[in-house]
């Protein structure tokens, strides 16, 4: 199974300041067909959790653009330009291209 | 609007079954994998399986955790996704949520499933 290591997996910060979030698999997340099957959930306080990133770095419908995704290969990065309060949660990344699909083990932001 | 409603959560004992549904709307159900992950209590998520759609045949994959136990249908005609849990076990208990995909783009609030005598 590809294991999917999230670092750290908890941060606090302070509004208005960046956050990154790192991801790495144990094999490469490159498909023949040239795509990268790596995806990033934010699983807010109570809720279901909710795509904001696909195929590393492309922002899904309604997700604001202070959030950012990149990365290649087995190395990969969530970055927030500035953490708003609303941003408070768990963060995964997941990896879409190995069975059986798998999650990092999530990494809590919190607001300082 | 596009929405997945799951259902058929509940308290059962070790041993037993329980059927979970999925009902989606908003969008062509048919055209879409749709996959079940669920979360244990305090606990990240973990996939359980999907169903592909019926033009890449239909067929489904499973974690380890649950393969042989548990198993994923739909019926396109009614927008339902199913999953069928047999043989549940006390690690089964957790939050169960249908979602789109993989890309898993869209996701249902959950239903809770408690396996404890």
């Known amino acids: 199974d590809i294991v999917m290591t999230q670092t750290p997996l908890s941060l606090s910060v302070t509004p208005g300041q960046p956050a990154s979030i790192s991801c790495k698999s144990s094999?490469?997340?490159?498909?023949?067909?040239?795509?990268?099957?790596l995806y990033w959930y934010l699983q807010k306080p109570g809720q279901s959790p909710q795509l904001l990133i696909y195929e590393v770095s492309s922002r899904f419908s309604g997700v604001p653009d202070r959030f950012s995704g990149s990365g290649s290969g087995t190395d990969f990065t969530l970055k927030i330009s500035r953490v708003e309060a609303e941003d408070v949660g768990v963060y995964y990344c997941m990896q879409g291209i190995h069975l059986p699909i798998t999650f990092g083990q999530g990494t809590r932001l919190e607001i300082k | 609007e596009v929405q997945l409603v799951e259902s058929g959560g509940g308290l059962v004992q070790p041993g037993r079954s329980l059927r979970l549904s999925c009902t989606a709307s908003g969008f062509t159900f048919g055209d879409y994998a749709m996959s079940w992950v669920r979360q244990a209590p305090g606990k990240g998520l973990e996939w359980v399986g999907f169903?592909?759609?019926?033009?890449?045949?239909?067929?489904?994959e499973y974690a380890a955790s649950v393969k042989g136990r548990f198993t994923i249908s739909r019926d396109d005609s009614k927008s339902i996704a199913y999953l069928q849990m047999n043989s549940l076990k006390t690690e089964d208990t957790a939050v169960y949520y249908c979602t789109r995909g993989p890309p898993m783009d869209v996701w249902g609030k959950g239903t809770t499933v408690t396996v404890s005598s």
């Open positions: 169903i592909r759609s019926k033009a890449y045949g239909g067929t489904t």
């Open positions: 094999q490469s997340l490159l498909h023949s067909d040239g795509k990268t099957y």
